[in-house]
């Protein structure tokens, strides 16, 4: 009988960009249908599984948009200055700055 064990000597494969990016689709899916509560929770969970991922900076703009879809304006000006912060010169600044005028 084959032991189906892991092998303790082989690292984890890191996720791929395409799982990564159809992961993203979900979250937008959700932000798309007004369903930011899921947005959130995709996110959350897609924060630790793609955590060295590279497509950070879209989950984080989709954060922003989620947390103005709910209404959570403090979550969201936190959410948006980390945003911009950590980057500054994305084309996706823009957006972060008009989602939910303050």
Known sequence: MANHAPDPRVAPSEPSLAEESRALELVQGALG???AAVALELLGSQ????AS???????AAARVFALCALGRA??????RGRFLA????????KRVLASCPR
């Open 74 to 79: 403090t979550e969201l000006e936190r959410a």
């Open 47 to 50: 924060d630790v599984a793609f």
């Open 33 to 35: 249908r007004n369903d």
């Open 86 to 93: 950590r980057y500054p010169g994305s084309p996706l600044s």
């Open 53 to 59: 991922g590279r497509l950070a900076q879209e989950r």
